[in-house]
């Protein structure tokens, strides 16, 4: 055994001397040049750069004492940079060395059930990835001839989004919504729900603390998405230049299964996070402020990202690209600046209003001003069909519970709509974490359509439709079938209930 070890220490250092010999062979003595800089002055996750006369937008920089930057601004006799890992030794007067490189992330599917910084450095305990490939951070968007239509369902498990507001595999829909109204909770229930349909997901977490990365990666694991589900970290505590990059790696990291084939959902929580991080690197750099101190190419940085998002053509692998970016607003105003920016960029949205959290309904989905302009593309026709009838049922629901605020008698028949509408509003609402099967979505669609929860009370909306659930985790009917084929068989399980 003993000799065994000997004889391979001695053939590992036997290679690597005859490697160290072969590379003294084949050095060759030669006029070399390079540039290296200086720093003027570091602070805030900015160096300034004097001597880089060759230095490129977005072009990689190394300082001396290990530190490495990304140049963000060019002027007259500096570079900006913006820092990407500072250690305790750098102080103005470092060297700086001009590499020629641009920023790149490893991609690979060893980045499922991961959990990563934006540069692609691992942030759990699982050891070391081994990636296939490095992508840039930043490419431009697909070309028209090589994107799509969007036309298959991406399925979040929430009632109301599946049936009135659908997404499609290479939409962007935004969401939107004051702090604390469940914009977040929305996004897991939606990457829970592709956990057993082919669907990779990259979660993007921008600005958090730690105790809520904490908290995703943990719910994650507990719904068993973890394991098709890519997490891109830049804390609260993080450098600005890592959250501003952090949306940008994530979408890199799931272009990349789209280039594969693979359908894709990426979550960016949040952007609002993410634009106040560039206005405070575009400030220290010393760009001109617009509208609410934000840089003018604000825009630009948004929509450069989401238009990646896309379904290719067969021909480019027919692969997808679902983006929910999350936007924050403050006190309902979805007027300012950052909200409109996005709302004009993506194809929908989804907003969450503070009052429907207050009282009680939940999710806080204000279908009346949520829209999605693609979805309805990608619906099945079932569903489509079916979804129709309920949606102007609740709409016109709405309008007319307004007379009952003002204590005035109402005719027989508008007093049996606006009941039948409570009763929809108490099948609408959804707990967190308990994303539903198209299947069910289907069964109660009908049933309501049909009248068979007319003559319920309120507080017994919750057992049938729980009843209804265990009954279609039975059977195999699919959303395929024909009304009448569903009708028959839901008429048959809540008769068995004693319902009618």
Not at 454 to 465: G, M, R, S, T, W
């Amino acid at each position: 055994m003993l000799q065994r070890e000997a004889s391979s220490a001695n053939s590992s250092s036997n290679s690597l001397a005859d490697s160290q010999t072969d590379w003294l062979a084949r050095y060759q003595y030669g006029l070399r040049l390079s540039e290296q800089g200086n720093v003027v002055s570091v602070g805030d996750g900015i160096a300034w750069i004097s001597g880089l006369p060759s230095a490129r937008m977005e072009d990689v920089v190394y300082l001396e004492d290990g530190s490495s930057a990304l140049v963000f601004h060019l002027a007259r006799d500096r570079v900006g940079a913006i820092l990407l890992r500072q250690t305790s030794q750098l102080t103005a007067g470092a060297s700086v060395f001009l590499t020629g490189k641009r920023l790149t992330i490893g991609v690979s599917r060893a980045l499922l059930g991961r959990v990563i910084d934006p540069l692609g450095v691992p942030l759990d305990d699982a050891g070391p990835i081994q990636f296939d490939t490095y992508r840039l951070l930043d490419v431009r968007s697909p070309p028209i001839i090589a994107r799509d239509f969007v036309s298959q369902p991406l399925y979040t498990g929430n009632k109301i989004i599946d049936t009135m507001i659908p997404i499609g595999k290479g939409q962007r829909q935004l969401i939107i919504g004051d702090n604390g109204t469940g914009k977040s909770s929305l996004a897991i229930d939606t990457v829970i729900n592709q956990r057993d349909k082919n669907v990779y997901c990259v979660y993007v977490l921008i600005g958090q603390k730690r105790s809520t990365v904490v908290n995703t990666i943990e719910i994650l694991r507990r719904n068993q998405a973890l394991s098709n589900t890519a997490l891109v970290v830049a804390e609260a505590t993080a450098m600005p230049g890592l959250k501003y990059l952090a949306p940008f790696a994530g979408c890199a990291v799931a272009e990349a299964w789209m280039a594969e084939g693979y359908d894709t959902l990426v979550v960016y929580d949040d952007l609002s996070t993410h634009a106040r991080s560039y206005r405070e690197l575009s400030l220290l750099l010393r760009r001109p402020p617009g509208r609410e101190a934000y840089p003018g190419d604000i825009f630009f940085l948004h929509s450069r990202l989401l238009e990646r998002s896309t379904r290719l053509s067969a021909k480019q692998g027919g692969g997808s690209m679902t983006a929910l970016p999350i936007i924050e607003t403050e006190q309902g105003e979805i007027a300012s600046y950052i909200p409109t920016n996005l709302i004009s960029i993506t194809d929908g949205q989804i907003y969450l209003d503070q009052q429907l959290f207050v009282r009680g309904f939940l999710p806080a989905i204000d279908v009346t001003r949520s829209v999605s302009r693609i979805g309805g593309n990608a619906q099945h026709p079932n569903i489509k069909k079916e979804a129709g009838r309920m949606k102007l049922d609740y709409l016109q629901f709405l309008e007319l519970e307004v007379f009952t605020r003002f204590g005035s008698r109402l005719e027989p028949s508008m007093e049996a709509r606006i009941r039948r509408g409570q009763i929809l509003r108490e099948i609408l609402k959804q707990e967190p974490l308990t994303p539903l099967t198209i299947e069910f979505q289907m069964a109660w669609l009908v049933a309501y359509n049909e009248g068979m929860f007319d003559h319920l009370e309120l507080d017994q909306v919750k057992p049938h439709l729980q009843f209804l659930q265990e009954q279609i985790a039975r059977t195999r009917l699919s959303i395929e079938e024909g009304h009448d084929q569903w009708k028959i068989l839901i008429h048959t399980w809540l008769n068995e209930m004693g319902m009618e």
